[in-house]
């Protein structure tokens, strides 16, 4: 994989030149009262105050489910602090073990030590699994991983902003897959002593991995000088680029080999320093996005790419709102939809969309109870909500 080369990240990016074109869609049908009271009525109900029960499971308990559409049985063990209060909001852990080679779908004891060493306290964690058959970087696990974040957020009282994916060895690989493909639900991803360039086609990684996209999330990555598979020095000018690019990697190069974990008791403060000081923001102003021609990941937030113009160069989008305008600009993208919320726009004025410095989209919008209901069926995110969308094609 290819070091990238990207300059400084903002509404003009200089991988990006071709321009989006002036053909704009929007739901802006004029609504009634009793339509626009809809909307938010049903966000009050989306938004109530969730009453969870006190007597859910506490301690460590193991659970397994199956993914509609797939064959394959997912196990999973979850831990569950007593002090766990069904009143209070509380964080959850996402821990991706390493050796995904073997056959057995069930997580080792051994495994399940070396993580529950990373543990971050005051947090509900949860230990997936992962094996030959469903490698982290595997499309069945982006269905295993979200549906098992709906599993705890039935029963648990989950800060939807708080929610973190830890790696460690290919399970880092599989937090850096999850960055690149599918880093909306996350606040941040912590990476230890594994690396991106795994995430290649001869490991049959589902999609493209493109770097340029780790831009949008906090990522704490640490990798040991010795280490046979994953040396610090592989991976540290391709942080160094991103971080040049405006991206947020804390980068450890520590002594030791891929096998120790000696480095731990040091950085461990570090990580949780890490986790204290990010929570995620679900409406980030700026935002840079890049898909292959496949397309199988084209959301982040409230942008969406739909498609490319099908060529073998890069096919990206940056966009960057300041008030109620967002200026975009983009390469080889067939079109664009944004998702607009009541909590990111004023929706009493006009929405502005320039595409490369031309005004495209200046219009207001009506809230749409329909757009509200698809998106949060979508997300089960009552902490990102959107209220309509415009799409801008290219002719």
């Known amino acids: 994989?290819?070091?990238?080369?990207?300059?400084?990240?903002?509404?003009?990016?200089?991988?990006?030149?071709?321009?989006?074109?002036?053909?704009?869609?929007?739901?802006?049908?004029?609504?009634?009262?009793d339509s626009e009271a809809l909307f938010w009525q049903r966000v009050e109900e989306i938004r109530a105050e969730r009453s969870y029960p006190a007597?859910?499971?506490?301690?460590?308990?193991?659970?397994?489910?199956?993914?509609?559409?797939?064959?394959?049985?997912?196990?999973?063990?979850?831990?569950?602090?007593?002090?766990?209060?069904?009143?209070?909001?509380?964080?959850?852990?996402i821990y991706l073990h390493g050796g995904v080679g073997i056959s057995s779908n069930r997580i080792s004891k051994t495994k399940m030590n070396r993580l529950e060493r990373l543990?971050?306290?005051?947090?509900?964690?949860?230990?997936?699994?992962?094996?030959?058959?469903?490698?982290w970087w595997y499309e069945s696990q982006t269905k295993n991983i979200l549906r098992l974040i709906n599993i705890v957020k039935q029963s648990y009282n989950i800060d939807e902003n708080r929610v973190f994916l830890?790696?460690?060895?290919?399970?880092?690989?599989?937090?850096?897959?999850?960055?690149?493909?599918?880093?909306?639900?996350?606040?941040?991803?912590?990476?230890?002593?594994?690396?991106?360039h795994v995430l290649r086609p001869k490991h049959h990684a589902f999609g493209t991995t493109f770097p340029g996209?780790?831009?949008?999330?906090p990522i704490f990555a640490l990798n040991t000088k010795n280490d046979h598979l994953f040396p610090a020095d592989s991976v540290k000018g391709l942080f160094q680029a991103i971080n040049d690019s405006g991206g947020n990697i804390t980068f450890h190069a520590e002594r030791g080999d891929h096998f120790g974990m000696r480095w731990l008791?040091?950085?461990?403060?570090?990580?949780?320093?890490?986790?204290?000081?990010?929570?995620?923001?679900?409406?980030?102003?700026?935002?840079?996005?890049?898909?292959?021609?496949?397309?199988e990941f084209k959301r982040i937030?409230?942008?969406?790419?739909?498609?490319?113009?099908?060529?073998?160069?890069?096919?990206?989008?940056?966009?960057?709102?300041?008030?109620?305008?967002?200026?975009?600009?983009?390469?080889?993208?067939?079109?664009?939809?944004?998702?607009?919320?009541?909590?990111?726009?004023?929706?009493?004025?006009?929405?502005?969309?320039?595409?490369?410095?031309?005004?495209?989209?200046?219009?207001?919008?009506?809230?749409d109870v329909d757009v509200l209901n698809t998106w949060y069926e979508v997300d089960n995110d009552k902490s990102m909500l959107f209220a309509n969308e415009i799409t801008i094609d290219k002719l």
């Open 55 to 93: 007597d859910v499971a506490r301690g460590t308990f193991k659970g397994s489910h199956q993914v509609e559409g797939l064959e394959e049985t997912f196990h999973y063990e979850v831990d569950v602090p007593d002090s766990y209060d069904p009143d209070r909001m509380m964080d959850l852990h």
């Open 166 to 196: 830890h790696g460690l060895s290919d399970g880092a690989g599989g937090a850096y897959f999850f960055a690149s493909r599918l880093p909306t639900p996350f606040a941040g991803f912590v990476a230890y002593v594994g690396s991106p």
């Open 301 to 367: 937030h409230w942008l969406v790419l739909n498609g490319t113009l099908g060529s073998d160069t890069a096919s990206a989008v940056a966009a960057n709102k300041d008030g109620n305008a967002v200026y975009l600009s983009s390469r080889n993208i067939s079109s664009v939809t944004l998702l607009i919320s009541p909590d990111h726009f004023d929706l009493s004025e006009n929405i502005q969309v320039w595409s490369n410095r031309e005004l495209v989209f200046d219009q207001k919008l009506s809230p």
């Open 265 to 295: 008791g040091a950085r461990k403060p570090d990580v949780e320093e890490f986790i204290a000081s990010n929570t995620r923001n679900p409406y980030p102003d700026s935002l840079y996005w890049q898909i292959d021609e496949g397309g």
């Open 119 to 135: 543990r971050i306290d005051d947090g509900i964690s949860v230990y997936p699994s992962a094996w030959s058959g469903a490698k």
């Open 213 to 217: 996209n780790f831009i949008n999330k």
């Open 1 to 33: 994989m290819a070091v990238p080369d990207y300059r400084a990240f903002g509404f003009l990016v200089a991988l990006i030149s071709v321009s989006l074109s002036s053909v704009v869609r929007a739901d802006t049908h004029e609504q009634g009262a």
